[in-house]
C-alpha cells in the first residue's frame, strides 16, 4: 500500500492523473516484472510519452504499449544496472535517445525537484559539466562573473544535437538569415504595464478581498453574458448572487474555483458577492457527475447552471469559462520579420560562463533578426554561485555587463526586447514585475535598440501584438488542475485557461515562491485584446500551438540550449490569420 501511494504521489508530481487503482496495480506489475523501482518507472513513462506525443495520463492501452517498446528491449540493461547500484538513475544512453529532451533531469523538466536523489543530482551535475571546468577545481571554487566577458561559447558546448529542429509549425522557412532591408520598431501597446515606481507589498486584507471580489465579480458577469449569446438567448434560467441559494430547478451563478486536491480532488465554488458582517464570501462544494467532461483550476472564475436541493452542494449540469476577449487588429506588417525568442535562465546550474546564451548570439549576429525577445531570469537566485556569493561583482553589475555583451553582439537593425523577471538576484521579487532598471547611461544612450519590458508586457511590432510573460503559468495551472477530459492535448488546454481568463496570472492561491500583490495583478495582469502571438516560457515540454487563433509558445529554457524562432508575414488584402506565422524550436 506505501508503494501504491508513493507512485500515486510521484505521477501527480508529474502532473498525470491516474484514474483507477488498476493503472497503479498494472504499473507495479510492471515494475516487479522488470525490477525497475517506481520512481524509475515514472521518469520511464514521461519520457515515453513525450517521444510518442502521447497524453501523460496512464492508461492500461498506454502502459502495455510502453512495455513492448521500452521495458522488453531494456530490460537486460536495466537488471544489469539494478545489480550494481539500484538507486542509480535511467542509464544515460536512454535518456540521450530521447526526442525532446537533452540530458538535464527528465523529472526537473515538469518541476519535480523534490525527489531527486543525491546520486542523481551528481550525475546531472557531471553531464553538465564543461571542459574548462573540470581542469582547475580552484578555479572553479574561486569563479568571478569576469568569466562572462572572457568565455569562448565554443569551448563550453556539449551539446550533441546541436541545430536541431524539435517543432516546427507553419510553412517552411528556406532560410533565417535576413533577406531584406526591412526595420521595424518595437513599441509598448496600449496595454497597461507596471510602472518602474510601482509600490508593492502595502497590502490592506480587506482592500485584498474587495479586489479579488471585484474581479470574480465583473469576470462573472462578462461570462453570464457570452453564455447566454453563445445559446443565442434560447434560454434565460434564473441567476442568483448566492451560490448556497437552495433550489431545485436549474439557476445560474458564478465564481471563483477553489481546488483541494490533497483531498480527493474536492472543488469549492468561491461566490463573488459578501455578505454584511462576514470577512469571506460563501462557498460551497461542486458535484460533476452530471458532466460528460471538466477542466477547472483554483483561481478560475467559471458560470455554472446546477441545482443545489439541499443547501450544501452545487450538482452542474454546465460550465461556461471561455471569457475570450476580442481579437487585436490586424497587423500593418510591410514585409517578412523575423523574430528570436529565448527565456532564462541562461547559463547552466554547475557555473556562471552562460555559455548558452552566447551561442545564441553568435546566432543572432549571423542571422541579424529583426526582433529579439529574452525573457528573464538572467541572474537566477536560486543558482549554486548566487546562493554561495561567489560573484565578485555586485549583482547589479554582473547583469549590466550582460547586457553590454549582448548589445556589443547584435546589429542596430535588431531591436532586443529584455523582459523581466521576479526570479533575479538583482531585481525586484513582486508579480506583476516593472522592467529591469539600468544605472549605467552610457549603455542606454548608446543602444537606442535596446527595450526593457516589465513582466507581463504586449509588444507592439507594426500592431503585430505579442503578449509575454516570464512566469511559469502553464506549470503553476497545471499542478492546481482538476479535469476529466479524454483525448484532449493538455498543454493546450493549461494554455487555453489563460486566453479563456484573459490574464497572464490567472491562479489563486498563487504558487509558493511567487509573491504576488494582488493592486499589481489587478491591475496590470488583466488584457482586453486578444494579442496575436503568446508567449509563455515553462520548465514542461516546449510547444507551438494555435488556441482560439493565437499562436502560444514555449520555447523552454536557454541553459537547455533551446530558444524559438518566428517567421511573421504580412496580412494578405487586409486579412490576418496565425497562418501568418511560422514557428521553430530548436537547439542552439
Known amino acids: 500500500m506505501e508503494e501504491k501511494q508513493s507512485l500515486s504521489k510521484l505521477f501527480q508530481d508529474l502532473g ?19 525490477n525497475v523501482d517506481v520512481e524509475k518507472f515514472t521518469e520511464m513513462w514521461l519520457t515515453f510519452c513525450i517521444n510518442n506525443n502521447d497524453d501523460i495520463d496512464p492508461t492500461l492501452e498506454s502502459l502495455i504499449k510502453m512495455e513492448n517498446i521500452i521495458l522488453k528491449n531494456k530490460s537486460h540493461d536495466i537488471s544489469k544496472e539494478n545489480n550494481t547500484n539500484q538507486k542509480q538513475t535511467v542509464d544515460k544512453e536512454f535518456i540521450e535517445s530521447t526526442s525532446f529532451l537533452d540530458s538535464d533531469d527528465i523529472l526537473s523538466i515538469y518541476g519535480c525537484t523534490d525527489h531527486l536523489s543525491p546520486k542523481r543530482a551528481r550525475e546531472t551535475s557531471e553531464i553538465e559539466t564543461e571542459p574548462d571546468t573540470q581542469t582547475n577545481k580552484e578555479t572553479v571554487s574561486k569563479c568571478s562573473f569576469s568569466s562572462v566577458e572572457n568565455s569562448n561559447p565554443q569551448s563550453h558546448r556539449t551539446i550533441t544535437d546541436t541545430k536541431k529542429v524539435l517543432i516546427s509549425f507553419g510553412q517552411a522557412v528556406a532560410s533565417w538569415k535576413r533577406a531584406e532591408d526591412y526595420n521595424v520598431e518595437v513599441t509598448k501597446s496600449n496595454f497597461a504595464h507596471v510602472p518602474n515606481d510601482a509600490r508593492y507589498m502595502y497590502e490592506i486584507l480587506s482592500k485584498q478581498g474587495r479586489l479579488l471580489t471585484f474581479v470574480c465579480y465583473t469576470m462573472g ?7 447566454s449569446t453563445a445559446n443565442n438567448n434560447v434560454t434565460e434560467l434564473r441567476y442568483v448572487r448566492n451560490v448556497r441559494t437552495v433550489s431545485q430547478t436549474n439557476f445560474r451563478t458564478v465564481g471563483r474555483i477553489i481546488t483541494k486536491k490533497e483531498s480527493t480532488n474536492t472543488v469549492l465554488l468561491e461566490g463573488c458577492t459578501r455578505r454584511n458582517g462576514v470577512s469571506a464570501a460563501d462557498t460551497i462544494e461542486l458535484d460533476f457527475r452530471n458532466l460528460k467532461q471538466y477542466s477547472v483550476f483554483s483561481g478560475q472564475i467559471v458560470a455554472v447552471e446546477a441545482t443545489n436541493p439541499v443547501g450544501d452542494t ?37 557555473n556562471m560562463h552562460y555559455a548558452p546564451l552566447w551561442t545564441l548570439m553568435e546566432k543572432v549576429a549571423a542571422d541579424e533578426p529583426h526582433v529579439l525577445i529574452l525573457i528573464g531570469p538572467f541572474l537566477e537566485y536560486t543558482h549554486p554561485e548566487i546562493q554561495d556569493n561567489l560573484i565578485k561583482d555586485t549583482y547589479q553589475e554582473a547583469f549590466e555587463k550582460i547586457l553590454i555583451r549582448i548589445m556589443e553582439t547584435v546589429r542596430n537593425n535588431t531591436y532586443v526586447v529584455i523582459v523581466a523577471s521576479n526570479r533575479d538576484a538583482h531585481h525586484e521579487p513582486v508579480f506583476p514585475t516593472p522592467s529591469y532598471s539600468v544605472f549605467n547611461r552610457k ?8 527595450k526593457l519590458m516589465p513582466d507581463p508586457c504586449i509588444l507592439d511590432v507594426a500592431d503585430l501584438k505579442i503578449g509575454v510573460t516570464s512566469i511559469d503559468v502553464i506549470k503553476h495551472i497545471s499542478k492546481e488542475e482538476v479535469s476529466n477530459i479524454s483525448g484532449m492535448d493538455r498543454l493546450s488546454r493549461l494554455a487555453d485557461h489563460v486566453l479563456a481568463q484573459n490574464c497572464f496570472y490567472p491562479v489563486y492561491p498563487p504558487s509558493e515562491d511567487l509573491n504576488v500583490d494582488t493592486e499589481l495583478w489587478e491591475s496590470y495582469t488583466f488584457f482586453d485584446q486578444q494579442p496575436h502571438l503568446l508567449i509563455l516560457p515553462s520548465d514542461m515540454r516546449c510547444y507551438c500551438k494555435i488556441i482560439n487563433e493565437c499562436v502560444t509558445l514555449n520555447p523552454e529554457r536557454m541553459h537547455k540550449h533551446t530558444y524559438a524562432r518566428l517567421s511573421v508575414k504580412p496580412s494578405l488584402n487586409g486579412i490576418w490569420s496565425s497562418d501568418n506565422i511560422t514557428c521553430e524550436i530548436a537547439k542552439v
Open 16 to 34: 498525470c492523473k491516474v484514474k483507477s487503482d488498476v493503472i497503479l496495480d498494472k504499473c507495479l506489475g510492471l515494475c516487479d516484472s522488470y
Open 221 to 227: 458577469t462578462k461570462l453570464l453574458k457570452l453564455w
Open 314 to 350: 452545487l450538482y452542474v449540469k454546465e460550465i461556461f469559462a471561455k471569457g475570450y476577449v476580442p481579437f487585436a487588429p490586424t497587423p500593418t506588417i510591410q514585409s517578412r520579420i523575423n523574430i528570436f525568442v529565448a527565456a532564462g535562465p541562461f547559463t547552466v546550474s554547475n
Open 443 to 450: 549603455l542606454l544612450q548608446n543602444y537606442q535598440n535596446l
